[in-house]
Nanobody
Framework: VQFVESGGGLVQPGGSLRLSCTASEGGFPFSEYTMTWYRQAPGGEREWVAWIAATDESTDYPDSVKGRFTISRDNAKNTVYLQMDRLKFEDTAAYYC????????WGQGIQVTVSS
């Protein structure tokens, strides 16, 4: 199974983007996997920015994005989303989704650039 991100691009500060991450195989037990979004800026370490549980769909965020980013999932579509609002220059990074369960899978990453 592969996880494919989409929805990245160039946006002005204060703008919004919605990222999607979809499992490529319809029979994948997506609902059993905890999903996490990470990002990595050039020269920086990969950091998590949003997490959603497999069971009760509870969520968590680091302080750097809390109140601006929202993670959600649609198990019927094998897709996790990251709604990013009030984007800042420092949100510029490659964004990755990770699926954690019996195994761990990573998406290939997608670029988000916040620039005026």
């Amino acid at each position: 199974v592969q996880f494919v991100e989409s929805g990245g691009g160039l946006v002005q500060p204060g703008g919004s983007l919605r990222l999607s991450c979809t499992a490529s195989e319809g029979g994948f037990p997506f609902s059993e996997y905890t999903m996490t979004w990470y990002r990595q800026a050039p020269g920086g370490e990969r950091e998590w920015v949003a997490w959603i549980a497999a069971t009760d769909e509870s969520t968590d965020y680091p302080d750097s994005v809390k109140g601006r980013f929202t993670i959600s999932r649609d198990n019927a579509k094998n897709t996790v989303y990251l709604q990013m609002d009030r984007l800042k220059f420092e949100d510029t990074a490659a964004y990755y989704c990770k699926a954690a369960g019996d195994k761990t899978y990573w998406g290939q990453g997608i670029q988000v650039t916040v620039s005026s």
